[in-house]
């Protein structure tokens, strides 16, 4: 092959995979639930990372969460991840308690919460109020 057609094939495919890479976004998925974004954070639990996905209302509130604990234990973190993430919707806060023996996950899962709830643009110091 002719070297510099080599190196324009070269370049053809690294512009090819960077406009991928950058029209995919970051922990944004367009596919979401009623025309709302969906938006994640991942943070470090007691056994692995604990990832929250949110999804925000037009006016700021959380419209879904959804929890993966699966590198919890399954009986403590695992049990706790999800009632965590059913209080924060149903209070629509962040001020929620940690549940006793799940600390470490209780926390991590309100810190991947706050922080997909940032990405997503809602007013977290005032779910914190709450």
């Known amino acids: ?5 080599y190196k324009k094939f070269i370049c053809l495919i690294l512009t090819v995979s960077i406009s991928g890479i950058l029209s995919s976004g970051c ?4 596919s979401s639930d009623a025309g709302n974004e969906k938006y ?3 943070v470090a639990g007691y056994g692995g ?3 929250v996905e949110v999804t925000a209302t037009e006016d700021g509130k ?3 969460m959804k929890v993966d604990a699966s590198k919890e234990t399954p009986e403590i973190g695992g049990t706790a991840a ?3 993430v059913k209080a924060i919707v149903a209070k629509q806060s962040l001020s929620v308690d940690a ?3 799940a600390t ?6 309100l810190s991947a919460a706050e922080t997909a709830l940032i990405q997503a643009g809602v007013d977290t110091e005032a779910l914190k109020n709450k």
């Open 27 to 30: 922990n944004k998925d367009d």
């Open 99 to 101: 549940i006793s023996g």
């Open 104 to 109: 470490i996950t209780s926390k991590a899962v």
């Open 40 to 42: 994640s954070a991942t």
């Open 82 to 84: 999800p009632k965590i």
């Open 1 to 5: 092959m002719n070297k510099n057609l």
């Open 62 to 64: 959380i419209g879904t």
């Open 49 to 51: 990372d604990v990832t």
